[in-house]
């Protein structure tokens, strides 16, 4: 089983930069790719930034050239650096990872959700 813990939400106002972290424990095989989505109230989950093993790196519009994705491997770790927010970027964010896990003698992709941090943006 893999776990993944988020941190870094909050409260901050217009302007102002926060860092999301996402760690993973347990048994990781290999990894596919990680990323972050977020859901406002009300509205779907929509996919923000996803950054793959081999360190592609994909953005949703709204969030080009204020969002950066990144990850550190040796701390089975994604990050989420958010600068310039703005109201519209308050949601909760959730990352997820697609990972390869052995399960007896065989290995299988699996999705693995973190439960969620909320971001608010708010003068």
């Known amino acids: 089983q893999v776990q993944l813990v988020e941190s870094g939400g909050g409260l901050v106002q217009p302007g102002d930069s926060l860092r999301l972290s996402c760690a993973a424990s347990?048994?990781?095989?290999?990894?596919?790719?990680m990323g972050w989505y977020r859901q406002a109230p009300g509205k779907q989950r929509d996919m923000v930034a996803i950054?793959?093993?081999?360190?592609?790196?994909n953005y949703a519009d709204a969030v080009k050239g204020r969002f950066s994705i990144s990850k550190d491997n040796s701390k089975n770790t994604v990050y989420l650096q958010m600068n310039s927010l703005k109201p519209e970027d308050t949601a909760v964010y959730y990352c997820?990872?697609?990972?390869?896990?052995?399960?007896?003698?065989?290995?299988?992709?699996?999705?693995?959700w973190g439960q969620g941090t909320q971001v608010t943006v708010s003068s």
């Open positions: 997820k990872w697609t990972v390869v896990v052995v399960v007896g003698i065989g290995r299988y992709s699996r999705d693995y």
């Open positions: 347990g048994s990781i095989f290999s990894i596919y790719k």
């Open positions: 950054i793959t093993s081999g360190d592609n790196a």
